[in-house]
């Protein structure tokens, strides 16, 4: 069975400076998806960033990035110019390709903006 | 225009009780699931339906039965509610991934129902 894990309860990162996210997954299946979600307290989950696992470049989304490292499993999410609106849970996700067709969320990361 | 819609978004009832959450989705979709979010933010597949079947049924007490009328609704029916089924409950939709099928297709998640027990 797939697993998604994220280490880091809590972090904090002071307003325009860079703070990464980690994430690491297990899983014996070659083709898949990886995510990024953000919930902000209005509890919506948003989309934040895709990766496809065959794709080698990493993706990027305006201020978001990724390092996606297979052979590592290992997916962290990187946030430049840290805005007080990215203050949220951060969800890392997984989806696979079959037709057991479900995401599995890590237990997220919240992410403080100090201003 | 809301793409994947929840009603209530927030219930509050008694141990013991039934009820319902209805979902729909205008996205024209094969495919919608009920995810469960419990206090700690841990988010968790519960069923998923594809074109009215049941292809995810994780490990759900057999007092939560989802019902798919169509292909747009599912709905989550909670029997003898407990204490511990308090959370917030997210529909989300999407066309079934396909292996070999480069094109994806995104889970859309509605706005989540937030059920709280006493």
């Known amino acids: 069975a797939q697993t998604v894990t994220q280490s880091q309860p809590e972090m904090s990162v002071q307003e325009a400076e860079t703070v990464t996210l980690s994430c690491t997954y297990d899983t014996s299946e070659s083709d898949y998806y990886l995510f990024w979600y953000k919930q902000p307290p209005s509890r919506q989950m948003i989309l934040v960033i895709r990766q496809e696992a065959y794709k080698q470049q990493n993706a990027t989304e305006n201020r978001f990035s990724v390092n996606f490292q297979k052979a590592a499993k290992s997916f962290s999410l990187k946030i430049s110019d840290s805005q007080l609106g990215d203050a949220a849970m951060y969800f890392c996700?997984?989806?696979?390709?079959?037709?057991?067709?479900?995401?599995?969320f890590g237990k997220g990361t919240r992410l403080h903006i100090l201003p | 225009d809301t793409a994947v819609s929840q009603t209530p978004k927030y219930l509050v009832t008694q141990m013991g009780n039934d009820k319902s959450i209805k979902c729909e989705q205008n996205l024209g979709h094969d495919t919608m699931y009920w995810y469960k979010q419990d206090s700690k933010k841990f988010l968790k597949i519960m069923f998923s339906?594809?074109?009215?079947?049941?292809?995810i049924n994780e490990t759900v007490p057999n007092r939560f039965s989802p019902k798919s009328p169509d292909k747009a609704h599912l709905n989550l029916h909670i029997n003898s509610l407990e204490l511990g089924d308090s959370a917030v409950y997210f529909c989300?939709?999407?066309?079934?991934?396909?292996?070999?099928?480069?094109?994806?297709?995104?889970?859309?998640f509605g706005p989540g129902t937030r059920l709280t027990v006493l």
């Open positions: 339906y594809n074109n009215k079947e049941l292809i």
């Open positions: 996700a997984y989806r696979s390709r079959n037709r057991d067709d479900k995401i599995i």
């Open positions: 989300a939709s999407s066309h079934l991934l396909s292996p070999g099928v480069s094109s994806y297709n995104e889970q859309f």
